[in-house]
C-alpha cells in the first residue's frame, strides 16, 4: 500500500515536500516514481528513485523540475518524499507516487505502465 501526503496550497517560489509511505511490501528500499497530473493533461512521471544505497543509489528527474525537486528516501521508515522548490504556477497538478516491483529501464521510466502500484493523489496548487 502506497499513502502520499503533503500537497497544499503554496505562493510561487515556494516549497513542498510530499511523502510516500510504503506499507505491506517486504522487500526495502521500494523503487518509486512520483508522477502528477494537471487539469486537462496526460499524467507525467516527475521522479525516479531507484532500489540502490550508497553510491549504487539512482535518481533521475523530469527536465521541467531537473534543479527544482529532489527525491529522496528514509529507509528506516520505509517513506520517498519529494522536495519540491521554487515552485511555479505550472507545478499545480494532483501528485501521485507509484512503485515498480523491478528496476524500471530509462526507455521506460515515466510510463505509468512500469509501475505495480499506486497510492491515491496529493493535491498541489501553486497560486498567489
Known amino acids: 500500500q502506497l499513502q502520499a501526503s503533503g500537497g497544499g496550497l503554496v505562493q510561487p517560489g515556494g516549497f513542498l515536500r510530499l511523502a510516500c509511505e510504503v506499507s505491506?511490501?517486504?522487500?526495502?528500499?521500494?523503487?518509486i516514481a512520483w508522477f502528477r497530473q494537471a487539469p486537462g493533461k496526460e499524467r507525467e512521471g516527475v521522479s525516479y528513485?531507484?532500489?540502490?544505497?550508497?553510491?549504487?543509489?539512482?535518481?533521475d528527474y523530469k527536465e521541467s523540475v531537473l534543479g527544482r525537486f529532489t527525491t529522496f528516501r528514509d529507509n528506516a521508515e520505509k517513506v520517498v518524499y519529494l522536495q519540491m522548490n521554487s515552485l511555479k504556477p505550472e507545478d499545480t497538478a494532483v501528485y501521485y507516487c507509484a512503485l515498480s516491483l523491478t528496476t524500471v529501464s530509462s526507455a521506460r521510466r515515466w510510463r505509468q505502465d512500469a509501475y505495480h502500484y499506486w497510492g491515491q493523489g496529493t493535491q498541489v496548487t501553486v497560486s498567489s
Open positions: 505491506g511490501f517486504t522487500r526495502d528500499y521500494p523503487i
Open positions: 528513485i531507484n532500489r540502490g544505497t550508497g553510491s549504487l543509489e539512482f535518481r
